[in-house]
């Protein structure tokens, strides 16, 4: 005869569940960097002058890249050192910060502005004004360590490699400038250390590594292969959420947008205003 009594399903009824102590979330992200406004102090108005006129200037470029125009470059060696200082000062830094190797090697931060980008290296102290720097494009594919290809020697434990190779170099034989990016995510993928090993040795190292902080951060870094990036996203505690390769010009998570251009334009002015 079989009985009216059953069982209860596994995984339900007293104790089954972790007591809340138990349980572990992700962290949170905290540290999001965001615009405050900041009218710098003047000591002597002999110095805010040639500051103010840069300014003014820098903000017209502003709004010319906002409509489509190009890249703009502004050369800061003349300004006075107390010029200098108040022009540092009003600037600020941003997000996105690069590295680009080359002669002369380049540090690349942008300002409390999106798309107004200061650059330092020997002899050269500017401000660029666009999405991104021109020479982070120019020389981001120059090769660091040179790309070994398909050739590359294969570490134990290669598997799903050699097909995400020949997706990424199809597309950057394919890639035309001012193309749609193609993304590779590494994280939806079946891979392994070797893949991974085995992937950076055929695709090599180029020139631009970027930093853009936001939540977490995440890191860009040029290849030796033309138009392919390797992209990975980091959470406030620095664990890796997301990995990717993506086949463009430059990632968007490193330019400015036209948004951004047009809305710097307008914040300048104001700090112009609030200066004099």
């Known amino acids: ?20 102590d138990d349980v572990a979330y992700m962290p949170l992200p905290s540290g999001m960097r965001t615009y405050t406004p900041h009218t710098p102090d003047i000591d002597d108005p002999d110095n805010a002058a040639p500051v103010l006129t840069r300014l003014a200037a820098i903000a017209d470029a502003c709004d010319d890249a906002a409509n489509g125009g190009p ?30 190797a080359g002669i002369p090697a380049l540090a690349v931060q942008e300002s409390v502005f999106a798309g107004i980008w200061q650059m330092a290296g020997a002899g050269i102290d500017r401000v660029a004004v666009g999405p ?19 050739a590359a020697p ?18 950057s034989g394919d890639h035309l400038p001012g193309a749609a990016p193609h993304v590779v995510n590494l994280t939806l993928l079946p891979h392994g250390e070797g893949d ?17 902080r936001g939540y977490g951060n995440c890191r860009i870094t040029a290849t030796a292969t033309p138009h392919v990036w390797r992209i990975q996203f980091f959470n406030s505690v620095e664990t890796l959420i997301l990995d990717t390769f993506e086949v463009a010009d430059l990632p968007e998570v490193a ?16 700090v112009i205003e609030a200066i004099r």
Do not use: C, H, Y
Request: net charge negative.
């Open 154 to 171: 294969k570490p134990p434990g290669v598997l799903n490699a050699p097909a995400l190779l020949a997706e990424l170099l199809d597309k």
């Open 132 to 150: 991104a720097p021109v020479e982070a494009g120019d020389r981001a594919f120059q090769p660091s360590r040179p790309a070994q290809g398909a």
């Open 71 to 100: 890249t703009s470059a502004f050369d800061l060696a003349d300004l006075s050192p107390p010029a200098r200082r108040l022009m540092a000062e009003t600037l600020g830094e941003g997000e996105v910060s690069m590295k680009l």
């Open 196 to 212: 991974l090993a085995w992937l950076d040795a055929a695709l090599g190292l180029g020139s631009v590594t970027i930093l853009s």
């Open 1 to 20: 005869m079989v009985s009216n009594f059953t069982l209860p399903p596994t995984g339900f009824g007293p104790g089954s569940q972790p007591a809340e």
């Open 255 to 270: 330019r400015a947008a036209t948004e951004d251009l047009a809305d710097s334009a307008r914040r300048i002015r104001a």
